[in-house]
Nanobody, 124 residues
Framework: VQLQASGGGLVQAGGSLRLSCTAS????????MGWFRQAPGKEREFVAT????????DYAASVKGRFTISRVNSKNTVYLQMNSLKPEDTAVYYC??????????????????WGQGTLVTVSS
């Protein structure tokens, strides 16, 4: 399974970005998908996750109400719409996939596959 994340960039505080992650190699609808991020000098942290069918989601408290995770299984793609961005959202964002899990995963150890990351920089 290969995951390719894209959509990162430089944006001013209060702005928006949409990240995409496209998967190849196996049936995309078999995966629980997640987004994580890692800021400079900090540990990787959970951002959002979505069920196989896209009907259930979960978010970190720090992004709830500002970020939305969604997926289009016919396009093998999961999205992360990020609104009202803050400087503290600056990080490398990673998408992750799990085929083993049967429930949403908020820990990195719950995912078997990871993308290469895309950098999001929010200026104040």
């Amino acid at each position: 399974v290969q995951l390719q994340a894209s959509g990162g960039g430089l944006v001013q505080a209060g702005g928006s970005l949409r990240l995409s992650c496209t998967a190849s190699g196996r049936t995309f609808s078999s995966f629980i998908m997640g987004w994580f991020r890692q800021a400079p000098g900090k540990e990787r942290e959970f951002v959002a996750t979505i069920s196989r069918g896209g009907d259930t989601t979960d978010y970190a408290a720090s992004v709830k109400g500002r970020f939305t995770i969604s997926r289009v299984n016919s396009k093998n793609t999961v999205y992360l719409q990020m609104n009202s961005l803050k400087p503290e959202d600056t990080a490398v964002y990673y998408c992750a996939a799990s085929i083993r899990s049967t429930i949403l995963q908020t820990r990195g150890s719950g995912y078997e596959y990871w993308g290469q990351g895309t950098l999001v920089t929010v200026s104040s």
